[in-house]
């Protein structure tokens, strides 16, 4: 079997020295071993060769690498709101204060630009109890970017051993220079709504946006059924791609007309099947995500609009920013926990510039380099799988 291992440089592995405290806690078989790996895509070729990648299996270890009586600890969060922030921000604080002993944890406030300016929380559990049922995000959020040399300074003037980077895919690469320039541990938790993030399964807060983007547009399906010539258009997060949209349609079973970024549609033929169905049927609903956009259109949303309010009783929603600032659901509670849990044994155990996720269902560590190489776009096989669903024919 042939497989390509996507493992750590030395300069990303710092050496475990100390033993752990969760030897005192943990039966012997809840810990990893450096060789304990997971499988992402295994390919059995004509030759019956395997070909694939593999990636660390993430957990607690026996030894450690650092002496958590002099581990010093910050927390930010970058990028767009997401469900879940909040949830993450805690089982880190939980985590490292409660299992590892760590007495000094930061939240740099408002994005990357916050350590620049002084600007941190001291954070422990009492201080941040309940947090985790609220949506938005506690250390705020900002889209500054990142001043590598800067940051670099400036952690070091706080004695920062670990750094944990709640972000997306631009954060991710923000991190990915970082962690070339410094050598504080650093360990990141995918956050990206639009899953759009490669390699792992899925990133936290996605669910509950599908769950919540579900919900409205089954209320803009009744407003549609419910109105005379009713036509009900909903628009959705998506600038590059189309996931939210995909998965929110194909749940809600109701839709006629979903439009996303990867597979473009022609106007005539949007209005000519749009037309046919509110003839056939008397109502119709459209999803379409923010990125399908031209270059002429500022909004997707109100152009779509403009399209059919002189002719149909028009219904418009942009969830866009509503549905990203909402508590995380039972599912996404429980990855953000698993997840927070695991970039912390990740850094403890000594690993930097790497990110968390689910890749077949197992939590491993990524290289930040193989999770910022690619985009994750929705396949031909889904977005075929929609066009059936809604016996929507290819408007392109």
């Not at 004695?159 to 410094?182: D, F």
């Amino acid at each position: 079997m042939k497989v390509v291992s996507k493992l750590f440089g030395s300069e990303h592995i710092k050496t475990p020295s100390y033993t752990s405290p969760l030897v005192e806690t943990l039966p012997g078989s809840c810990f990893v071993k450096r060789k304990d790996y997971v499988e992402q895509k295994l390919i059995l070729n004509k030759n019956k060769d395997k070909t694939g990648n593999l990636f660390h299996r993430a957990g607690p270890t026996k030894k450690i690498a650092f002496d958590t009586s002099r581990t010093n600890v910050a927390i930010v969060n970058t990028g767009e709101l997401c469900p879940g922030i909040n949830n993450v921000l805690y089982d880190l604080v939980y985590t490292l204060e409660k299992l590892y002993n760590i007495k000094n944890i930061y939240g740099i406030r408002n994005g990357f630009t916050g350590l620049g300016k002084y600007n941190m929380l001291e954070l422990c559990v009492e201080d941040i109890e309940s947090i985790q049922h609220d949506g938005g995000s506690l250390l705020g959020t900002s889209n500054g970017a990142l001043d590598v040399e800067k940051f670099s300074v400036l952690m070091n003037d706080h004695n920062i051993n670990q750094l944990y980077v709640i972000g997306g895919s631009r954060t991710h690469k923000s991190a990915y220079e970082l962690s070339k320039h410094t050598d504080v541990s650093i360990v990141c938790i995918p956050k990206t709504i639009n899953n759009d993030l490669p390699i792992i399964d899925k990133s936290f807060g996605y669910e509950t946006v599908v769950e919540q983007a579900k919900k409205s547009i089954m209320s803009a399906y009744y407003e549609a059924k419910d109105t005379e010539n009713g036509l009900s258009i909903v628009k959705l997060m998506g600038r590059e791609v189309g996931w939210i949209a995909l998965s929110a349609c194909l749940s809600s079973y109701n839709v006629d007309v979903c439009l996303i970024p990867e597979y473009p549609y022609q106007t005539e033929k949007l209005m000519k099947y749009v037309n046919s169905v509110m003839r056939k049927k008397g109502f119709c609903l459209i999803v379409v995500a923010e990125g399908c956009a031209d270059e002429e259109q500022i909004d997707i949303g109100i152009h779509m609009k403009e399209l059919f309010h002189d002719i149909y009783s028009v219904k418009y929603v942009d969830l866009t920013y509503i549905i990203r600032s909402v508590p995380a659901n039972t599912s996404d509670c429980l990855y953000c926990k698993l997840l927070a849990q695991s970039a912390v044994h990740a850094a403890m155990s000594g690993y930097s510039g790497c990110t968390i996720g689910l890749v077949n269902n197992q939590l491993c560590i990524i290289p930040l380099d193989e999770i910022t190489s690619d985009i994750n776009y929705v396949s031909e096989v889904l977005w075929n799988r929609l066009l059936q669903s809604n016996l929507q024919p290819n408007l392109n």
